[in-house]
């Protein structure tokens, strides 16, 4: 009995796990570890979640290919499966839990790993009879090209997203479209099945090498000039000077159209989240430096001020106000990252 039972379980070895020790390996390379357990948790299982929905959507969608199985594996599962992972990818842009590059990076490849481990599972219970070769495959090889797939088109929406102050939703059609030809390349079996597997081992760390690499330089840049222009508007608030500023003239322009509570309202609104900017980046510091970083004893009760703030001043003040405040996809994320600590 012990015969057939290890042959099974080398099966499950090798279909799973390769995927799930370099997902762990690009949580260990992150330097600012911001991707928490239970976001990465919520990737795999949404990932998995894409898996089950594809078989029934390909199920569907293979009847308008008359079943010809060749045909739309190369063409149509492709676009159809990168489509659902990049709903779940980007439901993470879409909350503000996508910071860095290096997080979108992370997040990308355990929503693939989610996806190739859903789809393991199920070819290990209907077809546990293929050969070892067969697992060793879609586990070196299949596994891996979801999560790099997916992985890619975060890094490359995140890109854009950042660059262009634009809707992830609209900046993921060009990864989207990378990942799909690259899985697409990948069904045609353009090279053999082994040899498939061992190129997607070496590129996948050099393409994750190179993000990370990227990523830490942005993050570096970032941190520097926000923390400084942060801490000198800052300054200048509390020294009286925030008059003098471009920020100071702006908010007095707005006197003439909202009530003069209102415009105080939106001045401590500005303070409050200049504050909580200065904190969060302070946080990212001292995680880059290795030292143990605490948020405030109070910081929760600065998140209520700034909701109460937020409903004093009213969705056109707000809007009014918009211009000033930091309201970018990675200044948003700085915001939930510091009040989730």
């Known amino acids: 009995m012990t015969g057939p039972v290890l042959p099974f379980a080398l099966k499950i070895l090798v279909s799973l796990l390769p995927v799930l020790v370099f997902l762990l390996a690009l949580v260990f390379m992150d330097s600012y570890k911001l991707v928490r357990l239970r976001v990465l948790i919520a990737a795999i299982l949404g990932g998995a979640a894409a898996a089950a929905l594809s078989y029934f ?120 479209l990378i990942a799909a030809a690259i899985h697409s390349a990948f069904n045609h079996f353009l090279l053999p099945p082994l040899v498939a597997a061992a190129a997607m081992l070496v590129l996948l760390p050099l393409v994750a090498v190179n993000v990370f690499v990227l990523s830490e330089k942005s993050t570096r840049k970032w941190l520097d000039v926000g923390f400084d222009s942060d801490v000198e508007l800052l300054g200048c608030m509390t020294s009286g000077r925030i008059c003098s500023t471009k920020v100071g003239a702006y908010l007095v322009s707005l006197k003439g159209k909202f009530p003069g509570e209102v415009v105080a309202d939106m001045l401590c609104l500005l303070r409050l989240h200049l504050e909580l900017s200065i904190s969060a980046k302070g946080l990212l510091l001292m995680k880059e430096a290795g030292l143990p970083a605490k948020t405030e004893p109070n910081i929760r009760d600065k998140f209520e001020e700034l909701k109460y703030l937020e409903r004093s001043i009213g969705r056109t003040g707000m809007l009014a106000v918009g211009p000033i405040l930091h309201r970018s996809r990675r200044d948003l994320w700085e915001l939930h990252m510091l009040g989730m600590s």
């Open 57 to 176: 959507a390909n199920s569907w969608l293979m009847g308008f290919f008359q079943n010809n199985f060749t045909v739309y594996s190369r063409y149509a599962a492709p676009l159809v499966e990168e489509v659902l992972k990049a709903g779940v990818l980007l439901a993470f842009f879409q909350a503000s839990r996508v910071g860095f590059l290096v997080d979108g990076a992370i997040l990308g490849f355990a929503v693939g790993a989610g996806f190739s481990l859903f789809e393991n599972i199920y070819y290990l219970n209907t077809t546990p009879e293929a050969a070892f070769i067969v697992w060793a495959v879609r586990g070196l090889g299949t596994a891996m090209m979801h999560g790099g797939t997916t992985a890619i088109l975060a890094a490359v929406t995140k890109t854009i997203s950042d660059r262009h102050s634009r809707n992830p939703w609209t900046s993921a059609l060009p990864g989207l």
